[in-house]
């Protein structure tokens, strides 16, 4: 009960993910050292997300109740605020790239020439429905010196800067919010879910000699390349788990649930092995049914995971990253449990795979094993980190961080 | 008839061409001038209204001032009656005007008086002189109102059934192009330049000879009978990525709902033009990326050589969406009742039916100039058979052609399953949401 009253509001960060598949709360801590600790887990399975995205709000906002009910219990605090990651097909990114020019006197680049050059970047030609969910700075460019990460008292006149902008339709951003508003919780923040499930999974070193992560959820499949220590592309493919489901629902000719059953059961990303074998699948009733094909349903799967792997892979490719990715891939979601899949993976990007784990965080083994919590986790992290700059700047820089993350600067 | 035989026969007719360009009502004068001050010689420019005031403030010089005794030059106050009842007045004057010329551009902006009731007067009177009209008209904004924007979707119907071609920009989606701190004045300046570049885009693909060669034929073929959906969208580029960046910058275009547009477009027309060094590598890259994006739509492409423009690269396309006849049918009606309709338009009052076609060219040949049959007769052939033929009877087109017949089948709704609710998964004009194995053509044991 002491909870109640003494709210550990500053402390406790909650990271909610509104999934396809479930609904998925974790509560973590942060340690005096710094560290963030998960210290409890609410997860529900989600009825009313699509891709990703709120369709049935009534639905969703029961199974988020129940997440958090679980989450509250599990590790015995009082929620009131949660960081919510957000996805869908709608997000679009690009990098933006923002020139000032100082005219300072003594050309030492001050705190005001850097947020003039950063307000600069973040003029870019979008459609006017929608809101800018980050608008992430890259790298300073100070009089031609490319790479510096902060120019403050550096000397220089031309200061010039390379930022990561995501933005998406405001009104299906909301939905999410409006879900969550409606349990009289507060939403710190709305983050893009695949830039959680990398802050999770990355530590600074893969950071810095590039990564790829990519996240197979039930709904959408994002991913996010890490280079240089900053983001240096996202997206997001409205594909996913679900595909894979209904694509043996259909080639098998079953029903959804037992094509998910069957997935989770026989389902790899491979063909090896499964040349002339047969299932025999039993009825309700417990006598044998019909037989399915192994190998069509092991075809089927690869066929839809290589493709979403290829239009990553196409992706990238165009955008001239491969050269850069030298940690590799790093998988997460729920598709991250399909055997196989790393293999796949490596065959598809030319490059080594593993599965991730949430190594950025302490606490229950629990959360940071399970490759479907990444993102949850992740949000934690995102949370945890944006306190600590929060404390450094203190109000004024409170203010404007708030500003800025409702677009106003 | 050949691509070279287009050539040969009416190259040297092109020079005589004559093209006037009429700007109707207040939208309509201001892209005229637009058109006027981005510099585009050998065209004359007329400027209508019923509004002396509107007009007096116009820089061109070929003016003429609509039903000056019925409304004594005070405009049609927003009443598509009172802009048609002007232009009828001056009917005779319309006709004066329009006589000799081969093709008419009309810009209105629909939704007002003038645009919307005498702009449709003007198409009339432009067809029977035997010219080619073609219209491009704006919708008005959302926030303009219901009420303006009723007037212009039945200005629009009459539009259709006026002109031989209308090329629609709904104002709205210039909402895309502009940012929070963009003016009013510069909003509809943007609306008045992207008007203008079609029209300029348009007149530039029919007139250059090209060494891919585009007549106004191959544009009725695709403005014609979807018109209500036709949009238009242009890109230029420079450097040695030019033709990737081109592409990427025309589906990047809002006009096009951003390359969405081509996806679901059943009739596409694509001019290139560049300078001297412009390569066949080019022309193929732009091309193959556009054709990917639009597997199952008609596709016209032209190329040309322009000295004047150097290193660049321009792309212009236009995109037409077969209407869903469901919806617009009873509209159309709606408008044939609420007004008897002009005699002249007898023929082409059919045209929704999608019979009696042929009356069309016909009755518009024997007016023509010799240049003109041909082209003319290119269309009375197109006519008679469908959309297709203008390019059936190219040899080196006819693999598109074969593309173009194919309808999409049935079978997508079948397979999306627990998705056919929800917004179609797209990629490249692909449909992800389909089983991989389905699209990649897997059998099954």
Known sequence: MLNLFF??????????????????????????????????????????????????????????????????????????????????????????????TSVSLDHEISQQDVNEVLANAKVFNRPSENYVLHSVRQHFTVNGQAGIVDPIGMLGENLEVDMHVIHGVTTRLQNHMRVVAGLNLEVEQTVFSGLCSALALLDNEQKHIGALVVDIGAGTTEYVIYAEGVIKHTGVIAVGGDHVTNDLSYGLRMAPARAALLMREHGAATLDGVADQTLTLTSENGFPDRRVDLHDLRRIMVARLEETFQLIDSE????GFHDQLRAGVC??????????????AENVFGLPATLGRANAVGGLRSASDDPELATAVGLVKYGAMRQKGNQSTGLVGKIKGFAGSLGLF | MTSTETNSTVAPARKQLTIKVFGVGGCGGNVVSQIHRMGFGGVQMIVLNTDSQALAQCPLPYKFNLGLTLNGG?????????????????????????????????????????GTGAGPVLARVAKECGALALAFVTLPFDCEGARRMRQARLGLEEFKAAADGVICLPNQKVFKLIDENTSVIETFTTTNELLAQGVRGIWQLVTRPG??????????????DRHSESSFANAEA?????????????????????????????????SLMGGPSLTMAEVNRVMDQINRQCENAHL?????????????????????????????????????????????????????????????????????SPALEKVAVAVAESDAVGAAPVVATRTWRSRKKAKAVHPELGLETVTTGPFQHSEPTRHNGVNLDVPTFVRRGMPMN
């Open chain 1, 7 to 100: 709210p550990k509001k500053t402390t406790v960060i909650v990271g909610l993910e509104i999934g396809t598949a479930k609904v998925a709360a974790v509560v973590g801590e942060v340690t005096d050292g710094g560290g963030v600790n998960v210290i409890g887990i609410g997860q529900c399975p989600s009825r009313g997300v699509r891709k990703g995205e709120v369709v049935n709000a009534e639905h969703a906002a029961e199974d988020v109740r129940n997440a958090i009910v679980e989450a509250e219990k599990s590790a015995d605090v009082e929620i009131a605020s949660v960081y919510l990651g957000v996805t869908g097909g709608h997000l679009t990114s690009l990098n933006t790239h923002g020139v000032f």
């Open chain 1, 331 to 344: 998988l997460c979601g729920g598709g991250a449990r399909i055997r196989g899949i790393e293999k796949l």
């Open chain 2, 238 to 270: 420079v450097g040695p990525h030019r033709a990737k960046e081109v592409v990427e910058k025309l589906f990047a275009n809002p006009l096009l709902d951003g390359g969405a547009a081509l996806g679901e477009a059943d009739a596409l027309l694509v």
């Open chain 1, 316 to 319: 990238i490719g165009e955008l």
């Open chain 2, 300 to 368: 016209i492409m032209g190329a040309a050589i322009e000295e004047a423009l150097g290193d660049r690269l321009t792309v212009t396309l236009v995109a037409s969406r077969r209407p869903s006849h469901a919806a617009d049918l009873p509209q159309a009606a709606d408008v044939e009742k609420a007004e008897p309709a002009p005699a002249a338009r007898g023929g082409s009052d059919f045209d929704t039916l999608g019979s009696a076609m042929v009356a069309k060219p016909v009755a518009r040949s024997a007016a023509a």
């Open chain 2, 211 to 224: 060494f891919i060669n585009l007549d106004f034929a191959d544009l009725c073929a695709v403005v014609r």
């Open chain 2, 74 to 114: 005070l405009g049609a106050g927003g009443d598509p009656e009172r802009g048609r009842a002007a232009a009828q007045e001056d009917e005779a004057r319309l006709r004066e005007l329009c006589t000799g010329a081969d093709m008419v551009f009309i810009c209105a902006g629909l939704g007002g008086g003038t």
